[in-house]
C-alpha cells in the first residue's frame, strides 16, 4: 500500500510541476517520494521523548542513530520507487505526442 500511495503521490506531483512548465523534475521526484523518512525519523523523536521511558547517553545513541538509518533507508528506497514511477509517467506522456 505504502509503494501505491508513494506512486500515485509522486506522479501527481510530477504532473503539477510540469503542468507549470517546471522541467527540473528528476530530484523532485526522488525527495517527493523519500520524504516520508523525515516523517518516520520525526515521529521516532516525538516517541522517544513523549512515549517511551528511555534515558542517558547510550539509549539515546543508539536509538537515534538507529533510526537515522532507518529513516534513511525509508527516504531512499521511496524515493526510488517514487523516482521510477515519475519516469515511466513522464515517458509514457511524451510518448503519446505527436510531433508532425
Do not use: P
Not at 27 to 48: E, L
Amino acid at each position: 500500500m505504502l509503494v501505491v500511495v508513494t506512486s500515485f503521490i509522486t506522479i501527481a506531483l510530477t504532473y503539477f510541476q510540469l503542468a507549470i512548465e517546471d522541467h527540473r523534475w528528476w530530484w523532485r521526484s526522488f525527495f517527493s517520494g523519500g520524504s516520508t523518512g523525515f516523517f518516520v525519523f520525526g515521529y521516532s523523536a516525538f516517541y522517544y521523548f513523549n512515549r517511551s521511558s528511555m534515558f542517558g547517553f547510550m539509549q539515546t545513541s543508539f536509538f537515534f542513530g538507529y533510526m537515522g538509518l532507518m529513516s534513511f533507508a525509508a527516504f531512499a528506497m521511496l524515493g526510488v520507487i517514487g523516482f521510477f514511477s515519475a519516469f515511466a509517467f513522464v515517458s509514457r506522456i511524451y510518448k503519446a505526442i505527436k510531433c508532425d
